[in-house]
């Protein structure tokens, strides 16, 4: 799995190029340990869907109201949840760290965040160029907390999944995920291509005053995936509306 250098130093608030040796050096080193400390994984079911009036999504497991979200999925008929994570033992490298070396603490902080997100696009692309072959066409994925999506709905989403059995992630009573370098997120599919639409901080309502937005366009392409040490080796607030009763995760659809 490779994490793109560019993507730490956005993370940390600068350029690659504006990078002096030292803190090269340090972002190489940060990353080598992180690596080693890593045991990514991921997990996706794929739901029926249902768009209902004012904003209401059915995923028959879940019902949550997210327009944003609803004009992501507009024209799928299915629905993929997905959770992904860099597991504990990044937590404890971050714990550790952050008692002994701040500064490389907030390296570490800023490659792993790089490091997840590289992870779940391997896992998308994979899960993409699967659901093409059997003629559908993936969304960009969509995380709670972007736009409308509340982040509430991260528990629905986790329950769904199985999270804690099938990747090990837990939530907290707050609704924050464990391992923190987490991921959830839905992934319409639908029969028809749906080139042109933007993808994770193009869909924000929050991109223009986040300090991590990424500034450039990024357009559709990408989705979700399976289980697996890397996408290689494997075989992104409104109302919540609650659960409706989870149903297995058959694949029906993908």
Do not use: W
């Not at 608030?13 to 972002?27: H, I, N, P, S």
């Not at 209401?56 to 609803?70: E, N, P, Q």
């Amino acid at each position: 799995m490779e994490t793109p250098q560019k993507e730490i130093y956005r993370y940390l608030g600068m350029k690659e190029e504006a990078a002096d040796e030292k803190t090269r050096f340090l972002v190489a080193d940060c990353l080598r340990e992180l690596q080693e400390a890593a045991k990514p994984r991921s997990f996706y079911r794929v739901y029926p869907l249902e768009i209902l009036p004012d904003g209401v999504l059915d995923l028959t497991c879940m019902r949550m109201r997210s327009r944003d979200l609803g004009k992501n999925l507009a024209g799928c008929e299915a629905a993929v949840l997905f959770a992904a994570t860099l597991g504990a033992g990044v937590d404890r490298l971050l714990l550790r760290y952050g008692r002994l070396a701040v500064s490389r603490a907030a390296v570490l902080q800023a490659a792993s965040a790089a490091m997840i997100e590289a992870y779940c696009d391997g896992c998308n692309e994979r899960l993409r160029e699967e659901a093409r072959a059997k003629g559908f066409f993936l969304r960009p994925r969509f995380s709670p907390g972007y736009g409308d999506f509340a982040l509430a709905c991260q528990r629905d989403l986790c329950r769904a999944l199985e999270a804690e059995k099938t990747v090990g992630i837990t939530l907290t009573e707050g609704g924050m995920m464990a391992p923190s370098k987490s991921v959830t997120a839905v992934i319409g599919a639908g029969r028809a291509p749906a080139s042109g639409e933007e993808e994770g901080c193009g869909t924000c309502e929050k991109r223009d005053s986040c300090a991590f937005a990424r500034r450039e366009k990024a357009f559709f392409g990408r989705g979700a995936a399976d289980s697996g040490k890397s996408a290689a080796d494997s075989g992104k607030s409104g109302g919540n509306d609650g659960s409706k009763g989870c149903v297995k995760g058959a694949d029906p659809s993908v």
